[in-house]
């Protein structure tokens, strides 16, 4: 006889059930006048016997027996079967969850090579989480979710110790990716709203903004590593991660959005904190600057339209090569060149045009430096001269610049020579 699809199914030989999702509804014929095909006999194989019996009747400790042995994906599955099991599942997710290994200890002391296993498993929670909630409104999902997870401490900023090293955001991280998934605009918008309300990150961005760098050391790396391990960098897309970090700088003005964007990229020393004088203060070397190079390229977003205007990542960027104190001209070139052509050209020829030849001069030769440093073809940086002097009008512009050019290449030549025959001195 057809079984009902709740249906435990039993072997044998075997000690463990397991659930079987048994689609045996009656199909409807696809002639004029419907009707129902006649039963079938369902040939079982040897060894197993059904035992037939709806889930609500179960004693909860029994249909928690079962659930033991399943992973976290079965048992994501199985709460879609039926308001009833959903609301079995629900009610004792937190216990699910535990059950697998959801312990403190593990954000702490863990090895690197069981790190994607660690994060997978989070992963499994967010889907678990997802389709448990599947027939919520937004705003009660998350209220749901936030009562469950955030009694974690280490998945709320400011509540964890061993904040670089703990796992707790890049495991929340993992597990809000696939949580939120496939959400339209508006329900990704609550999410952040959310977040901003419950973590009070509007407030803590308002300290660390407007206090000294370096004045909030640990506040700083926390809303580093939660920005980034949460909400930018889970994602593969890049409109994805573009959207998270607009909603993270957009309600700041300018200024603050400079300084947040060096909190977020900026380099880290040797302890962990935020390094705010290795701009202004020695050369840095590619790997420091390449992660502001990608923020731009991100927001600049190869000049397709977005939230953000030519002229917005304009003066974005040159309000952070001014934090915390203008940055040393080689590094501001390393910047621009690691930017790619079109935010370097577009830069550059905005200098040209606002009259700023002796900034644009300066910039061109230690570009030329950074090529000659980094292995970067000489060629490129001609290219872009050319492009540069056709931004100004007039023959006697163009020679205006090349011999301001010229003027820093002998400056910099007799420098280079001077601490040359210091050093062999």
């Not at 061993?162 to 993992?174: D, K, M, N, R, T």
């Not at 990150?201 to 980034?228: D, M, N, W, Y």
């Given at each position: 006889m057809p079984q009902s699809i709740n249906t435990i199914v039993v072997h044998r030989n075997s000690s463990k059930p397991t659930v079987k999702d048994l689609d045996l509804s009656p199909v409807l014929s696809?002639?004029?006048?419907?009707?129902?095909?006649?039963p079938q006999n369902y040939a079982l194989p040897s060894g197993i016997t059904f035992?037939?019996?709806d889930f609500s009747n179960l004693p909860f400790d029994v249909f928690y027996s079962i659930l033991q042995y399943l992973s976290l994906k079965e048992i994501s599955i199985l709460s879609m079967v039926s308001k009833v099991i959903n609301s079995y599942i629900v009610q004792n997710i937190s216990k699910?969850?535990?059950?697998?290994?959801?312990?403190?200890?593990?954000?702490?002391?863990?090895?690197?090579?069981?790190?994607?296993?660690?994060?997978?498993?989070?992963?499994?929670?967010?889907?678990?989480?997802?389709?448990?909630?599947?027939?919520?409104?937004?705003?009660?999902?998350?209220?749901?979710?936030?009562?469950?997870?955030?009694?974690?401490?280490?998945?709320?900023?400011?509540?964890c110790s061993?904040?670089?090293?703990?796992?707790?955001?890049?495991?929340?991280?993992?597990f809000l990716k696939v949580l939120i998934a496939g959400w339209d605009e508006l329900e990704c918008h609550r999410v952040f709203s959310f977040h901003c309300d419950?973590?009070?990150?509007?407030?803590?961005?308002?300290?660390?903004?407007?206090?000294?760098?370096?004045?909030?050391?640990?506040?700083?790396?926390?809303?580093?590593?939660?920005?980034?391990?949460?909400?930018?960098?889970?994602?593969?897309?890049?409109?994805?991660?573009?959207?998270?970090?607009?909603r993270i700088l957009k309600p700041w003005?300018?200024?603050?959005?400079?300084?947040?964007?060096?909190?977020?990229?900026?380099?880290?020393?040797?302890?962990?904190?935020?390094?705010?004088?290795?701009?202004?203060?020695?050369?840095?070397?590619?790997?420091?600057v390449v992660q502001f190079a990608n923020a731009i390229k991100l927001i600049h977003h190869d000049g397709k339209p977005t939230e953000w205007t030519a002229d917005s990542v304009i003066g974005l960027l040159e309000e952070l090569t001014d934090v915390p104190n203008e940055w040393l001209l080689e590094n501001q070139a390393r910047l621009l060149l690691l930017c790619g052509n079109n935010i370097c050209y577009?830069?550059?020829?905005?200098?040209?045009?606002?009259?700023?030849?002796?900034?644009?001069?300066?910039?061109?030769?230690?570009?030329?430096?950074?090529?000659?440093?980094?292995?970067?073809?000489?060629?490129?940086?001609?290219?872009?001269?050319?492009?540069?002097?056709m931004v100004f009008g007039s023959f006697k512009e163009r020679c205006n610049l090349l011999q301001k050019v010229e003027s820093v290449f002998c400056q910099c030549s007799l420098e280079i020579l001077q601490m040359h025959s210091v050093m062999v001195n």
């Open positions: 696809t002639n004029k006048h419907l009707r129902r095909r006649r035992f037939q019996h699910l969850v535990k059950r697998n290994r959801m312990a403190l200890g593990s954000l702490h002391q863990y090895n690197t090579s069981d790190l994607e296993e660690h994060l997978e498993y989070y992963r499994s929670v967010g889907l678990l989480f997802k389709r448990c909630t599947l027939l919520l409104p937004t705003k009660e999902r998350l209220k749901f979710i936030s009562s469950q997870l955030f009694k974690v401490p280490c998945f709320l900023i400011g509540k061993h904040v670089p090293e703990c796992l707790g955001f890049a495991s929340y991280g993992a419950f973590t009070n990150l509007h407030r803590r961005i308002q300290t660390v903004v407007s206090s000294k760098p370096g004045a909030a050391r640990e506040l700083e790396i926390h809303i580093r590593l939660f920005c980034r391990s949460v909400l930018i960098d889970p994602w593969n897309n890049q409109n994805d991660s573009l959207f998270w970090l607009t003005p300018m200024v603050n959005q400079a300084r947040l964007l060096y909190i977020l990229y900026g380099p880290v020393t040797s302890e962990g904190n935020i390094d705010w004088q290795k701009m202004t203060q020695s050369l840095a070397e590619e790997c420091s577009t830069i550059m020829s905005s200098k040209a045009v606002n009259g700023r030849v002796n900034e644009l001069a300066n910039l061109m030769v230690f570009q030329a430096l950074v090529c000659e440093k980094d292995g970067y073809h000489m060629q490129w940086l001609r290219k872009m001269l050319q492009k540069i002097c």
